[in-house]
């Protein structure tokens, strides 16, 4: 081991983990307040109980029980209080690490996703649309070719052509119909709503829901559209290829 590195990647570790530290410092600040409550209230009880004068603070207006019991027992709130106030910064702390870099985590999706744009669209204007097709084709049929769909794989949906979603490298089976109708739901959704999720494009033709699918999709100022490729499965078999002109982290 390197002791002259072991600073710095300590300090890598804990920036790179900072969520799930305050998180587990958070729960057991929690949990450690619960039982130091816990004691609190069975020492107060106890010396309540050996205490001659319990019976007649019991018999006194409110105020009064409530001062004498504060001047009792004050010390032993402490350390609840303390455990409870550090486990409460600790949440909003990691709350706030978390927040932070889901912004920055968007930002540069943002960044990413309008330089592809401005990128693909300079390929277009050098090369011209066919080429651009040209290769979007290329591209798609080798996600396909590597993908290996036989005539023994399992398909989910209700249509009768080979469909491939490139985003997530998914087949199943549909038609350019469903397809094409789905696009223009989302599209009127857009203009209801101002924002689709994509989660609602796969909900409309019939493909499952994935982990990711309620963070991305599509704002009003642009619409969505399929860009399509007619590609062969295994065996020759047709399979209509499909992405999308963009999507947006929402």
């Known amino acids: 081991m390197n002791l002259e590195k072991l600073p710095s990647q300590v300090e890598h570790f804990i920036r790179h983990n900072s969520t799930a530290i305050l998180a587990g410092i958070g729960a057991t600040g929690v949990v450690t307040t619960g039982y130091l409550s816990w004691k609190v209230g069975y020492r107060v009880g106890f010396d309540e109980g050996i205490n ?25 709130h402490i350390p609840p209080v303390l455990v409870g106030g550090v486990a409460i910064g600790c949440i909003i702390a990691g709350t706030r690490v978390g927040n932070r870099r889901t912004a920055a985590m968007a930002a540069a999706y943002s ?21 651009d097709q040209s290769v979007r084709d290329d591209i798609a049929q080798d996600k396909v070719t590597k993908a290996a769909i036989s005539r023994d794989t399992v398909l989910y949906g209700s249509g009768t052509v080979l469909c491939y979603e490139l985003h997530t490298g998914r087949p199943f089976l549909s038609d350019m119909e469903t397809l094409k109708k789905a696009q223009n739901e989302v599209n009127a ?6 924002y689709a999720y994509l989660s609602d494009f796969y909900q409309l033709i019939g493909l499952g829901h994935t982990s990711s699918a309620d963070n991305f999709g599509w704002m009003s100022d642009r619409q969505m559209e399929l860009e399509f490729s007619t590609t062969l499965a295994d065996e020759s078999r047709p399979c209509l290829a499909f992405e999308y002109n963009y999507l947006k982290m929402l």
Do not use: M, N, Q
């Open 52 to 76: 001659d004068e319990s019976s007649l603070i019991s018999e006194a207006p409110f105020k009064v029980r409530f001062k004498r019991g504060f001047d009792l027992h004050w010390k032993h």
């Open 111 to 131: 960044i990413s996703e309008r330089a592809f744009t401005e990128y693909k669209d300079k390929v277009v204007e050098k090369l011209g649309e066919r080429k």
């Open 189 to 194: 959704r857009l203009l209801k709503h101002d």
